[in-house]
Structures are given as structure tokens and as C-alpha cells.
């Protein structure tokens, strides 16, 4: 009675590990597969052409250069507006505001803002910037619009990492005669970066990976040249993707999959960027 | 003699009721060492708190009466506390490092204020490493991490860096709390050379500490002010009752 009760224990034991450790490869496997799938499929379209050349021929041959640079600048024209006004939120929120209904409510906006559709955002974009602002279809319109996206990703993470910092520095740098800035600047800020770079890039990644946003503000179906301003419209990788994927017929599939690899590139390799900040900064940290 | 600190009168809540001062009066004289003590919860921290405004960073919901440091009350909102904390340099009772080297640490105050001159900055941080007897055991490795220096180093680091920075006063939160009996020693055995040029109060760690260091003392229990008398006579002849069963163990 006593062994077989033992042995049911055991066995419950090793029937919960099994599980656990399979619903845990449920998770894993389909993103591997995703990525090895289109590993697969877009590799022989990568070459030299492919990555620096212009589309041809309805853009069934050729090259995607202009969608590469394209999100490449939206990338950049999102992270000058965002990160700037992402981080001095989050330094007002965690270092210079006391909790009252003031940072309640705008804590709640922020939440609220993150769990917007991309596609409205794409519609207050086109309201605010392209015709209220008269911005017109444009680079700095969609940058625009995917800042107002990222914002709240940066300051939920830029925050988090500020209040990370141990408290007894601030009282520290205080007690020897240093301001609220200079306790920000020197200690607060220097300690907390690895973890707001890691949440700006986590949020830029999302920005380079949108459609919805620069459909109305930015993106071009095709535009057979570099944008020459931020008064130009721009092409861009998941834009591309969605208009050579549903737009065009007797699309080549090699050249779909190869676009869907080039953003996964673009978009794994800033994760991959954050992840090795964050391990190294993790690494060094002395509290 | 002329008292550095002259508190009247002070009272102190904090917003969530917690720890408080009630109707506190006494003097701190210079070149010498004050000893705050009493059980936990007495209101000794929040009174050396007082004393270079730290609290100011707590919720506190109301200060009452004055606390003149040359004459001067500094309890008053115009008092510039950035030049304060200057003059009154506080050492904590965990020692906390900075994430920056030895020398980062002890000129960080200096550099703050402004100074930039690189012979000053060395200068001022060779004294106080010297003041707390470290400067033999760091002299070479000025530019390692401080965080790698042993616990005892770290607090003797702390109050290197208070010095440093050229206080008039040096508050001491339970310095040695953290700290080995050898360590301790050096710290007391610091304090004692320290207090010919500085005035030093201090919250001890034990009633042992507070009857080795003391020059006066002063009792806390509750928020209240028990008795305040020079330390010789606090510890041999105590005026009220409750002093002598705290000081010979009857509660605590």
C-alpha cells in the first residue's frame, strides 16, 4: 500500500515534468518552425542584386533595396522622436513625480496606449500628421505616427529599469550634496541604460515590423528610387511584403519569402542586439 | 561653550505615523561626540535625519520648532540644503558604494560642487583615506571598482568620502552595525582622532559602543527625549529611571 503510494508519487512527479517540459516545446517549435521554414524557402533569392538592386518588371525580379533603406529610415526617424520623449517621461515618472492622480492617469494612458490597434494609430496618423499638419504621405509622417506607437513601450521599459536602481544611491549621492539632476545624470541614468537601450530597441523592432501605421502616413506601393527628403513617401519591408504578397499576380514566391527574410533579419538581429546588452550589462552590474 | 547644532523645541511625524520626534531640546557641541541612543523606533535616526534634511526625501507630514546649526535655522525653506549637506556629511549604516571606482567614490561630492582641478580632487581624497586609516590598504588601486573592496573597507570607504567632501559635521547612522569587531575598533579608534576637528553625532550600534564613544549623550525612547547629560555621567549615574534600565538591561 505504503510502496504503491510512493510509486504513484513518483509517477505523478515525472508525468507533471513531461508535461510541462511539452507544453513548453509547444511554445518553441513554432517559432523555430516560422524561422527555419523561411530560412528555407527565402535563402536562394538573397544575393548581391537582391539586397542592392531596385524592383523590376512590376517587381517580380530585381532587388528591394528601397523597402531595406525605407524601414531602415523609419527605424531611425522613430527612434529620434520617440527615445528622446520616451526617456524624459519615464525620468519625470520614476525620479521627479510623487504617486497622485496626475501619474495614475497618465500611467493609465500609457497602458491604454499600448493596447491600441496598430491600424488606429495608423488613422490618427493619417488625421494628425498627413493632413492636419499637412505633412502629405511622407517618411516624416509615418515616423511620426510609429513614435506615437513605441512611445508607451519605451517609457513602460525605461521606467522600470530607472525604479531598478537601487535606492540607496539616490539617498547616497543626496546626503554628499548632489541635486536631483546630478544624482539622474551621474548615477541613476548610467546604471539604468542597458535596461532602457534594451526596451528602446524592443520597441523600435515593433515599430520595423508594422504595416498597419505607414500604410496611410507613408508608404509607397512602389517607388522605383531612394526617398530624397522626409517630405518623401518611402518604401517599406512589411509593406512590401503585404503588396507583393496580395498586390501583384504571378509574383515570384522566391522573392516573397526572400523579403519576409530580410525583415526577419532586420527584426531578429535588433533582438538579438538587446539580448547580448542586457546579458553583458547583467554581467557587470555590481548590485 | 558655543553648541554647533541648538535644537528647540523639535517635533517630527512622518505621514504614515511611523517613527517621530516629540518636543526635543538639546545642544550638540563642536569637537566633540554626541551619542544618540535608545531602542529601535526612538527617534534617533529621524533626528540625525533632521540634521542635514535628508528627510525631506520621506513623506514627512509635519516639522515643528528650529534647528540652528550656527545660529542658523536650517529647518527654514530657504535654507540651501545642497550647501548644508555639504557642511553635514552623513555616513549610513549599510555601507553603499556607488557603482564608481575607489576614487570616483571619494571625490564624487567635490566634483559635484564643481571642483575639476584633478591635484585638489587627489588631494582632498589622499586625506580622507588617510583620516580613516585606508589609504595603505587602497593607495595603489585608487581606479578598481569600489564595490570590490571587503565590508570594512566599503564603510571606512564611506566615511573616507564624507571626509572628502570637508564637512564641518559627520552624522553616523549605526556605522558599525555591518561591521567585525576589529573593524569597529578602527572606525571608534577613527572617530576619536576625527573629533578634534569635526563634531560628530553618532547613533551606535550597542550601549557598549555608545558608552566607549560618547563624550555626551543623549537617550531617546519613544520620540522623547529621556535625558541628555555628558557621557561620563550618563553611564555611571543616570538621573531617570527608565535611563538606568535601559542602560543596565531591564528592557530593550
Known sequence: MKASLRLNRHLSQHLGFFLLSLVTLATVIPILAVVIYILLKGAPAISWEFLTGFPRDGMRQGGILPAIV?????????????VPLGIAAAIYLAEYSRENTLTRLIRIAIINLAGIPSVVYGLFGLGLFVFFLKFGTSLLAASLTLSIMTLPVIISAAEEALRSVPQSFRTVSISLGG??????RRIVLPQALPGIITGVILGLERAAGETAPILFTGAAFFLPRLPGSVFDATMALPYHLFVISTQVPEMPIKIQYGTALVLIIFVLGMNIIATVIRSRARAKRQW | MNPKFLIQNLSLQYGDGTESLRDVSMSIPANAITVLFGPAGGGKSSLLRCL?????L????AVTGQVLLDGEDILDPGTDVIALRRKVGMVFARPVVLPLTIRGNLTYGLELAGEKRKSRLDEAAERGLRLSALWEEVKDRLDDPAIALSGGQQQRLCLARVLTNQPE??????PTSGLDPLSTGKVEETLQVLKQDYTIVLVPHSIQQAARTADNAAFFLQGELVEWSPGKEMFTHPKQKRTEDYIEGRFG
Open chain 1, 179 to 184: 541635486t536631483r539632476w546630478q544624482t539622474i
Open chain 2, 58 to 61: 520621506t513623506e514627512v507630514q
Open chain 2, 52 to 56: 542635514n534634511r535628508l528627510n525631506d
Open chain 1, 70 to 82: 525605407g524601414t531602415f529610415y523609419l527605424t531611425l526617424g522613430t527612434a529620434i522622436f520617440s
Open chain 2, 169 to 174: 559635521v559627520i552624522l553616523l547612522d549605526e
